[in-house]
């Protein structure tokens, strides 16, 4: 979430919408209580926005019997083995044993005392405090840990708005595709860190994308993380506050990146102001609108806006990619060293210098250049 106490505020315009600062957090705040968290919290900003989260979802009814003489166990409980159906019900009688001799939760933790501290934990599972053998036969099962279904579709047999994410969208997450499944990231009874996650968002993320080698869906290889964030100091915003579910759904997406919002997926683009969704849902839209201003972006030559000029074209408009780093820069400004250009991704140096008055960009896209922004300016430049 972002952090407002740690926003900087630029002396003449915050590059983050003022609605943004307020809104962002206490909505967020206002999912996170009421929702089914990381499941709406994580969820696709549009989609959240709209509606008031996702449902709750429905408990359902689990066949529980023991599996008939003829099916072959995986898993067979203890206490069942022992043939002694009294350890739970009212009867000794295999054909008839009858009603239980407790509440079921209360029967699991008489033996399995460790889980009185585990369903303590800060967040827990609404669907192991309602009932064990949610998830759990309490006599045997055909897979291992006596479940009643494998993993993933066990989760999304509940949680159908989650399941439309990961089964519909465009662009699904290997995450989810993994061995392990939502095991990845969250603990099936309860967790010390909000929404039954296993680590901190950020920490989660990392944990799988802070090492080399990791290849998106069609074998291009993605970012170290760990490399990128150390080795380039100026992180973006959100990612100084640790929010990578600011702009990504880690269970699935419609948009390129598994992006919250649309954002285009080229160097060049038509202009339309709906492409840069994500960014324009922080930041203010108008920046790119006016030829000429001397508040509505810092990156002007005078009046001149030089956002309008190398964005907002009819048709080969360059994407904020070519010149800026969404996560970490070492420019200031997130400003990239090098821009991927041309269908085999070469990498072209920006040269780009910053000066008290704005800046310059060498030999790279066009000979050197330089903007003054000082000139018309009220306030000097921020930072
Ligand atoms: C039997 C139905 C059911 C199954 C199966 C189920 N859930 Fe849930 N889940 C629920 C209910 C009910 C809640 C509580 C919703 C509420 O209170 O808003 C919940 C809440 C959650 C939350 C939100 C917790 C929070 O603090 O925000 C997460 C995350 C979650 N489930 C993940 C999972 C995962 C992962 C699995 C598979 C291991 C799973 N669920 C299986 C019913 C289920
Ligand atoms: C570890 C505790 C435990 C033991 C031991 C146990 N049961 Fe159960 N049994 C349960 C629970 C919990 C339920 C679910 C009750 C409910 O849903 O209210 C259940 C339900 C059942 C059901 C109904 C299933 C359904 O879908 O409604 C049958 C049949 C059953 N048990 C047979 C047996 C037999 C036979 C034995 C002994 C060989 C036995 N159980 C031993 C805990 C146990
Ligand atoms: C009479 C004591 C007793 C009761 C009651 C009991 N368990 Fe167990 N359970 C055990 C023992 C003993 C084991 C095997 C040793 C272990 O893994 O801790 C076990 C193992 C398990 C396992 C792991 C199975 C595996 O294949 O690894 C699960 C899951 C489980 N129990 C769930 C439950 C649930 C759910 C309930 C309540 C319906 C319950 N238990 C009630 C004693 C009990
Ligand atoms: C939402 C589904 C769900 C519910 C509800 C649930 N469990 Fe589990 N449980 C799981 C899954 C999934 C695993 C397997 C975890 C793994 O493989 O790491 C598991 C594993 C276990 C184990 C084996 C742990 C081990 O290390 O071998 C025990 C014991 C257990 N659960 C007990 C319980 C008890 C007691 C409750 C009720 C308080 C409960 N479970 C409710 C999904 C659930
Ligand atoms: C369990 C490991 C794991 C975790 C945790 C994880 N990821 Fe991933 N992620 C992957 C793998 C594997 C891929 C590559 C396969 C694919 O395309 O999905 C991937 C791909 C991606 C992609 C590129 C998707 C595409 O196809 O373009 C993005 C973006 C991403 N992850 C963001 C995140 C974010 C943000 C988090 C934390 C909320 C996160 N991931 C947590 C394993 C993980
Ligand atoms: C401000 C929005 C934003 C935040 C916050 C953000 N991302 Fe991204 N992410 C993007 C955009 C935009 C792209 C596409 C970049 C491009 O193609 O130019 C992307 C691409 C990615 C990719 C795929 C491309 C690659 O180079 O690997 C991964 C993986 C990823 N992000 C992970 C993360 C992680 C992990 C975090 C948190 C540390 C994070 N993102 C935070 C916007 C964001
Ligand atoms: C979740 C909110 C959020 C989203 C989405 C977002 N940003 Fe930001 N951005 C911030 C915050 C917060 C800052 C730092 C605040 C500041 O310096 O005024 C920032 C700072 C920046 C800066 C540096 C401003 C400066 O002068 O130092 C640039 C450039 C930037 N963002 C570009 C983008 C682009 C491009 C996108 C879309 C891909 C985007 N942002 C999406 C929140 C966001
Ligand atoms: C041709 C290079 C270029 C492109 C393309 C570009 N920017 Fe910038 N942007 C800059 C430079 C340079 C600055 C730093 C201006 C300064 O403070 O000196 C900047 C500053 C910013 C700021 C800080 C506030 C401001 O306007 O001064 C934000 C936010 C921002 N850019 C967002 C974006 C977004 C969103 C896109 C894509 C729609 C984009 N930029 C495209 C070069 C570019």
Redesign the pocket.
Known sequence: MLNIDNLEKPAQSSSVRADRLAWGGLTRLILMGLSLGACCWLASAAETKKSEGPPVPKLKKNNLAPLASGEKAV?S???FEGGDCS??HQSKEVQNPGPLTAP?NE??L???EEFTGIMARKSSHGAAQAS??NC?N?HNAKL???LVEEVGTLCLSCHESIKTLVTQSKVKHGAIDTEGKSLNCHNPHAANVEHLLVRLPFDLCINCHGQDGVKDGEGKPLTNFKTLLAENPEHHGPVASKDCSACHNPHGSDHFRLLSLDYPSQFYSPYDPKLYALCFDCHEATMLTTPETATLTQFRDGKRNLHYLHVNKADRGRTCRACHEVHASKQPHQIRDAVPYGSKGWLLKINYSPTPTGGSCAKTCHATRSYNNSAVAEPASKK
Do not use: F, M, T
Request: proline share 16%; aromatic share 0%.
């Open positions: 898993a409980h203890a206490p350890i739970c079921v029967q699991c008489g033996c399995h064990c053998v759990h309490p291992p840990k006596l």
